[in-house]
Structures are given as C-alpha cells and as structure tokens.
C-alpha cells in the first residue's frame, strides 16, 4: 500500500468547472497547460497522493484507438479526457495502471516540459521521460509529462513491436510503451514502437545503446559487442533498414532513453553531454525525422 510520498490517483481537467470540483477533492494540480500553444482549452493534470491506496507504478497514452484494447485487457484506468479538447490535434488518452511485478516501481512525483531546454535538466536530474507529446498535432509546443520514481531505476530490456497484437502481453510482461511510432509521417502501414522495462538492480542494467542505418554499420556494431533488436523500426516504410543496438557489458547503467521528434532538443541534448545517437530512425523515408539520446 502507498506511503504519503507516492502518487496513487490521476485526472485531468478541461474546463474551470472540472479544475473546481478535482481542487475540492483534494487534488495536486501541475500548473502546466498541456494544451500550450495550441489555443485548445486550458487541460491541466491533477495527482493525489493517499497513504494506505496503492501507488501508481506506470503511465501511458494512447493517440488512435488502437492502443487502446490492449492498455484496457491489461488493467489500466483511463482518465476519459482528451488532453487535445478543443483543438483539431490526435484524442490522446491517459491511462495509469498500479503494477505489482519487479519491473514496477512506484511513482513519487510528476512533472512537464514545455520546451526543448527544459528537458536534459530533467533527464540529468533522474526524471523519466514519457514519450507522448501531449500536443501531438495540434500545433503547439512539445509537451511531455516526467515521472520521478521512488528508487533510482535502469532500463534493463528493450523491445519493439510493429503492430498491436502484443501490447497486452507487453504490459503484462512489465514493459511500458514509447508512444510514439517509430514510422511517424513515413507513410508505412505499420505503427512501430520501442519498449522498455526498468529494474533497480543497477547490476542488470543495459550500458549502451547505438542505431544502424546501414549493411556497414551492422557489422560495425556487431563486431563492438552491441546485439541487435531484430524488429526494423523502419518496418513497411521502403527506407533503410534501421535497427537498434544495445549493450549488457561494461560499466556504465542507462538510467532513461528518450526518442526525440523535436527538432530544438537535439542540440540541448548534445550540448548537455548527453548520449546522442546521430542516426535517424526514419533514415531513407519522408518521415519526421527521429533521433535516440540515453543517459
């Protein structure tokens, strides 16, 4: 059960109406609207933190209806509030789940980035990025809600899944989704998403990770000690073959991976001594342009 430092409820609010009575019922507000920029209504997230109820362990977003059966078979709450109301982006929908398996640990505080700046500060500072832009087109700024765990964690396993048959299994298994398809604007049929799940046993931690763009630069991982994620994240697109790599040995431990579509976050990234991967994830297609950094 919760203590009083863990988050155990979420809502959202889209009109002062809803902003009233979630006060009134002894909500934490974080005093961003996710809609910044895009002229839709003020949408604000709400948290509540109740000692004896249990934590929150993930949260994740869905953008088509898609993926949705899969957070819902695997027992996620949604919060039935479009975090685009009032502007013509995605419906995008947040779901939170209370996970009781090794990979789940409970979520202590929460915040959101408005811009590219802000971001490797938060990274730096142990907060986990949700890889969902809040403002997903609707205009607007890059939106994206951090999570701060309660016990420093690591990614010790990645995935990647091509269509959506999976995802209740992914979920059961412990993974939470990067919401945000790897085929972006690429015009393939598939929608790609890489997974992670997290462990606090810094020993089982993953130490680095690469990208491949090419026959070339396969081998040339391979031959570095990197193994390779077998689902092309350029699936169904017709451009390169894009793989990602990652490595169990030696002496660091990733802490966060983001996937960054922003284009301003790049060189804030770079510029606070952040792993940067330089390989675009839509490499050889017209798809937005997508690049990894990890810490």
Known sequence: ???????????????????????????????????????????L????????????????????????????????EVVNRDLNAGVAGDYIFLWYFYGSTEYDIPIVDLTVSKDANEEPVLLKDGWEKLGC??????????????VKREKTSYIQEIAATVDFSSDKHMFELGFTRVCEDTNRGAGGQNYVFLWYRRTTDKKKALTALDVSTSLQEESKLQKEGYKKLSVDLNKGTGGNVVYLWYKTEGDQSIQAMALLINS????????????????NLNEGNKGWKMYMAYK
């Open 1 to 43: 059960m919760a203590n009083a430092q863990q988050i155990t409820k979420l809502d959202v609010s889209t009109s002062q109406e809803e902003e009233q009575i979630l006060g009134a019922q002894g909500y934490h507000l974080i005093n961003v609207n996710l809609n910044e920029g895009a002229r839709g209504n003020q949408v």
């Open 133 to 146: 832009d809040l403002n997903r087109n609707a205009g607007g700024n890059f939106i994206y809600l951090w």
């Open 264 to 279: 301003k976050a790049y060189s804030e990234y770079k510029k606070a001594g952040i792993n940067f991967i330089e390989k």
């Open 45 to 76: 997230l709400w948290f509540k933190k109740e000692s004896g109820n249990r934590p929150v362990t993930r949260i994740e977003f869905s953008f088509i209806d898609r993926m949705k059966s899969g957070l819902a078979d695997a027992g996620y």
